[in-house]
């Protein structure tokens, strides 16, 4: 365990608190793309302060809704889009395919999609099946999805996963590469000590976090030194349809949202479903003003008896969020809620 001095702890403090403040301070006007933009780390492109996560698209159940939903998005100025190898079995990624195919709709997002595989015979198997549903020559952004067993992230290297983006990045098939976990900080602490400069790191991003596990407190101040575009996620902390800080805090989505995009992040992935949900959080988006002190501890104040011993967030704490893919890489049984 590091001891610091005290001129050591103020001084990596102010160091933090800067990089904090240029993160946030790059935000550009909703104005000038209809929805505030943030650089995203050390990839320098400007992405939509909300993302549209695919899982969520995938699971609606009228495709040509979802595909309205995804259009209406990026007419209000939405850029960043979501997906995953795995989501619905691959129909995530097939009908989001369809929507950016469409009148030239690809060109005007910034898509990211995760491998699920640590090798590399896998992971091309992953990247080829991807292109392919999603109708693109390439990604914008792959990131290796579920960094969420101990292991993880030297199987990403030691299997021949780095190995495969990196040759895939060299084809062009990949412009930048990342990777994902809502497990444990200290998994996502090992990634980003890896021998690698990684472009993104996506982890859950909610008030409860602050206290339980925390990814803000122990991994967002280690992306914001290297410049590692933080993707924020589960910021009502899980749950169909809701969320479980909506119906079981009775906090508001704004509240939920405000204090996330408050943080040093670069977007925030959200759970879409329904055009009505779409017009709310873009509306929240662009009207966003970020919390005052006080407001953000009213709001950790509010949680705290129901944070710190994660039953909201268990994710982190159970494998019943993880996904049966990975599971079964780990030769961990898939029934439910194990």
Known sequence: ??????????????????????????????????????VLGRTGVKVSIIGLGGWHLGAIQDRREAIRIMHAAIDEGVNFFDNAWDYQMGGAETVMGEALAQDGKRKKVFLMTKNCE?????????????????????????????????NDPDWVFDKGGLKAALEAKKQGKVRFIGF?????????LKMLAKP??????????????????????????????????????KGLAGGWPQGRLISHM???????????????????????????????DVALARNFQPLSASERQALLEKVKDVAGDGRHELFKSTKAFDGPHHRRQH?????AGL
């Open 331 to 335: 030769e961990f049984d898939t029934s």
């Open 1 to 38: 365990m590091q001891v610091w001095s005290r001129r050591e702890f103020f001084g990596w403090t102010t160091s933090m608190n800067w990089l904090a403040d240029h993160v946030l301070g790059q935000t550009t006007p909703a104005s000038a793309t209809g929805i505030p933009r943030r």
């Open 196 to 233: 690698y400069a990684w472009d993104t790191a996506q982890m859950p991003v909610n008030v409860l976090d602050a206290t339980y596990r925390s990814f803000q407190n122990e991994v967002i101040p280690v992306c914001l030194k290297k410049n590692v575009g933080v993707i924020g996620m």
């Open 180 to 188: 994902t976990g809502h497990k444990d900080p200290r998994i996502h």
């Open 118 to 150: 640590r090798d590399y015979a896998g992971s091309m198997k992953n990247l080829e099946d991807s292109l392919r549903r999603l109708k693109t020559d390439f990604l914008d952004l792959w990131q290796f999805h579920e960094m969420v067993y101990d």
């Open 250 to 280: 009775g906090l508001s989505a704004e509240e939920c949202y405000r204090y996330c995009l408050s943080l040093p992040i670069s977007v925030q992935v959200m759970g879409i479903h329904t055009m009505e949900q779409l017009k709310a």
